[in-house]
């Protein structure tokens, strides 16, 4: 890097010899004499100051600036030839593409801004304005010009390229969220529930208290595995926080972990009935050609949904969980026939119900979560097997705001 702006450097500083070289031989040939002497010397100084921008480039800018404009007023009243010369001009170029390229916003625009004033107070050293814009003016101007739009739209295309980093950032910290929401806190709910209810067990059955403790173990292992899946995730920037299925086998071990849950509440005893799921999904051949991002939604909508009514809905007896197939779209829907009553309102502030829709929002699906016509609560996504759906994300999402 350092050898290459160095090489750039010299091959600037052999543009500038020239340039200052030609205008004086120029100059030698229709003014004569030494008139010669002071533009040269301007522009030197400005192209010196050009080279050593990389020490302090807004120092550097207003110093050039200052020099070029001081040349302005001194050929102004001495009668010299027009200023800023093309040397000076080439520099004032470097300066102030250099600056509005790398410079903060409102420093930038003030050497821009300066750099206007110089070139357009090259009007001030005209001998003549009947003929029209003094080519001197002219040549100023497309400099400052030239400069301006090769500093912008590097600068530009270096604000794009930090805002779509941020909105992948953005992306990536949204999807660890999720994960760490729906993986860790189904597992963390289930030893929760199975805590409370093992150490009344503990008191008033001592007998049982062991089994009660291999749950919150099992439990617990199951919540290392998910939190290793997420780190995967981490790692491997992959889907790795949960399986990428809707088989019988997932959903049924889901499903099953959430019926022996609900035998025995919070409060110790054994529940006469439990919870009573019915699960229907469709065969395995068909869902074998589904796309991996369905089938991964589809099990997160229903784990967070299952988590869900085991915090908000605990005496909810009846939960039906169906996943079907209705033409070139995938239906999901999780509901239970809890009562109303103070139970069901939560709240606000969670992220359950707002991952599960950014879920199927990524997909162009449709979600739809609220109360249910004869009672209870429905969770129902609607997931495209092919293309967008068309529609904004809609469904009631206040009440019972499960998340």
Known sequence: ????????DIGLGVVFAVVLAFWASRLADSWGGGYWRFGCAAGA??????????LD???????????AGTAVLAAGFAGLPGEPGPGAALGLAVLVGSAVRSLPLRPACAVAAG?????????????????GVPAVTVMNMLAWLTAVVAGLCPRLLDARRRAVAERVRRAERLTLARELHDVVAHHVTGIVVQAQAARLVARRSPEKAGDALAAIEAAGSDAMAAMRRVVGLLRDGDDAGG????????????????????????????EREGRQVRLRLPDEEE??????????????????????????????????????????????????DSPAGPARHVPRGGYGLLGMRE??????????????????????????????LSGPLSGPLSGRDRR
């Open 1 to 8: 890097m350092r050898v290459r702006r160095w090489a750039a």
């Open 287 to 336: 869902t074998a050609v589904w796309p991996p991002e369905v089938t991964s939604t589809v099990y997160r909508v229903v784990q967070e949904s299952l988590t869900n009514i085991t915090r908000h809905a605990p005496r909810a007896r009846a939960v039906t969980v169906s996943v079907e197939r209705d033409r070139d779209a995938v239906t999901v829907e999780v509901a239970d």
């Open 57 to 67: 480039l807004a120092r550097a800018a207003t110093a050039g600036l200052a020099v």
């Open 45 to 54: 100084v400005v192209c010196a100051i050009a080279l050593a921008r990389r």
């Open 115 to 131: 750099g206007f004033a110089v070139a357009a107070g090259s009007l001030f050293t005209a001998h003549s304005l009947a003929a």
């Open 359 to 388: 879920r199927v929002q990524a997909l162009g699906g449709t979600l739809r979560a609220g109360p249910r016509p004869g009672g209870g609560w429905s969770v129902l996504a609607t997931l495209p097997l092919s293309g967008p």
């Open 243 to 270: 399986p990428a299925t809707t088989e019988p086998g997932p959903l049924r071990d889901l499903v099953g972990r959430f019926e022996a849950e609900g035998r025995e509440g919070p409060e110790g005893r054994q």
